[in-house]
């Protein structure tokens, strides 16, 4: 069990990245950033965590953890996650972040491709085409005049993602 003061330590790690994160990019936050940030040595960072895609999947599992988020049901409503996700205690983080692709890329690979991992009745190829589903909506967003947002139309997103048709979206 870990002593009080590798406690404190850890919480002001993540404290102070969560705070970086409200205010800069996230590809742009380094570990002396976050070293400094935390008034702890940046030696010490990496006593607790091996970088910061791995602090970043940390307060990502966090949230799901401490807002218990269910994720059983994301291999029918992925875009409800996500909603869920973003109106949790990182929404701040997530608002500033969402230009950012590294930020972006961590974000859909711990939300899917992990969360999808855990759910073991599904086959390499059954995982492989929910990523796909999702990953096709989101690019059909970007490249086409679509109005969604990932984050708050996540029914009609979930109902695109089920039946593979958008009849109440403008499709180009």
Request: overall charge neutral.
């Amino acid at each position: 069990m870990p002593d009080l003061r590798t406690k404190r330590t850890h919480r002001a790690i993540v404290t102070a990245f969560r705070q970086l994160l409200t205010t800069t990019p996230f590809d742009k936050v380094t570990i002396n950033d976050i070293a400094e940030s935390a008034l702890i040595n940046r030696s010490t960072f990496y006593v607790h965590f091996l970088d910061k895609y791995d602090l970043l999947q940390h307060i990502f599992e966090d949230v799901l953890i401490q807002e218990q988020i269910d994720t059983s049901h994301i291999d029918q409503y992925p875009f409800e996650l996500f909603a869920r996700v973003k109106s949790s205690s990182i929404e701040a983080i997530i608002k500033r972040q969402t230009t950012d692709e590294s930020f972006v890329t961590e974000f859909f690979k711990f939300f899917i491709e992990k969360q999808i991992e855990r759910n073991r009745k599904m086959t390499e190829l059954e995982r492989c085409f929910f990523i796909g589903r999702v990953r096709a909506i989101m690019m059909w967003i970007q490249r086409t005049p679509q109005t969604f947002n990932i984050f708050t139309d996540y029914p009609t997103l979930d109902r695109i993602f089920q039946t593979g048709k958008a009849s109440v979206a403008v499709d180009s």
